[in-house]
């Protein structure tokens, strides 16, 4: 593979795997993205082929060693199983492939140590994909917060729900060796933006989690973290209708977010409620999450920048999780894949 240094447009991406969010949003992403474009997918369940046919990929590998041994391959895309993003992210690198993995990337800070220390080895760029970090809702959020506009942060309030019906059939979410459970599913998007919000990990957290009989994973999570005066809390879970929401509380007003995590099913419109001082005034910016998402990290493959406010925010999530989980008494992170799951996607 050529170096960082040589180069140039497009971006080349592999996808490791044919999960749903690949095929319905990130590669639809990257073919329209003015820097990157999708030459190769991958799987292990046979069904990269139909897949490639589908989306107009021209190479089909029927494992993820051999898309990782393309030579044209610069970067890949890997929305595999919870539990096998440290393996596949480390592998990628080894290969000598900038990787952009889907959240969450390590499944404990010893992980993502892991992670990174291999990405540095290889002279690769790394990523995790919460898309939504990428919406300039966000920065109109954080440019508020900054100008004083609600007074003293006082607290930061969010939830996170979609109806999961475990009768409908195997899902990885409820599978504890794939890394399942609402918590690293939707959970980390609130303790994400509240350690994006608030500058740095919690000080405290405590959590309670509810587990159906029915399934070995929880299925709903809460959780308050101080971040020193200011308080946290969120809760999400597989059991309510779609729907997610954000409130930052201040001394003197409150920003309402109506789509922070998933502004894509507002039609990319991200929508803020500012109220202070008796009045209310609607903030509402558009953007196309994934699209923004796929042109940022290639910026940074092209022009070899590194990314530490993004990266420090990933371990910062990374531990926090951990502490949730501990809190909330679910079993450790540091679980092995199935064989099943080693060749999933």
Not at 10 to 39: H, M, Q
Not at 136 to 147: E, F, K, M, S, W
Request: charged letters at 25%; one cysteine or more; hydrophobic letters at 40%.
């Amino acid at each position: 593979m050529e170096g960082w240094w040589e180069m140039t447009l497009p971006v080349r991406w592999g996808v490791l795997g044919t999960a749903r969010i690949a095929e319905r949003y990130v590669v639809p992403a990257i073919a329209a993205s003015d820097n990157g474009r999708v030459i190769a997918v991958s799987s292990g369940s046979g069904s990269e082929k139909a897949v490639a046919e589908r989306l107009g990929i021209p190479r089909a590998y029927p494992s993820h060693d051999q898309l990782l041994a393309d030579p044209d391959v610069d970067a890949v895309y890997i929305p595999l199983p919870n539990v096998l993003h440290r393996d596949w992210t480390i592998r990628a690198a080894e290969a000598g492939k900038h990787v952009l993995c889907e959240k969450p990337i390590a499944l404990s800070r010893r992980q993502f140590d892991e992670v990174e220390a291999a990405c540095a080895a290889n002279r690769v760029h790394v990523a995790e994909a919460f898309m939504y970090r990428h919406h300039p809702q966000i920065g109109a959020v954080r440019d508020l917060l900054q100008r004083g506009r609600i007074g003293e942060v006082v607290a930061v309030e969010a939830r996170f729900h979609f109806i999961l019906d475990p009768a409908a059939g195997p899902n990885i979410r409820l599978d504890p060796a794939l890394g399942g459970g609402a918590l690293r599913d939707i959970g980390c998007y609130p303790i994400d933006l509240m350690n994006l919000l608030m500058g740095g990990p919690p000080t405290e957290v405590a959590s309670v989690a509810v587990t159906r009989r029915d399934v070995r994973v929880e299925t709903s999570i809460a959780a308050v973290l101080r971040y020193g005066t200011v308080l946290g809390s969120w809760d999400c879970s597989f059991h309510s209708p779609a729907g997610d929401s954000c409130v930052v509380i201040g001394s003197s007003g409150t920003i309402e977010l109506r789509h922070p995590f998933r502004p894509d099913q507002n039609g990319g419109n991200g929508v803020s409620i500012v109220s202070s001082g008796g009045g209310a005034d609607t903030v509402e910016v558009h953007g196309d999450v994934y699209r923004l998402e796929v042109e940022a990290f290639a910026r940074r493959i092209l022009a070899d920048e590194p990314d530490e406010p993004n990266t420090e925010l990933s371990r910062w999530t990374v531990e926090t999780t951990e502490r949730v989980a501990q809190a909330a008494g679910l079993p450790p992170f540091e679980t092995e894949a199935s064989s099943a799951g080693r060749t999933a996607g």
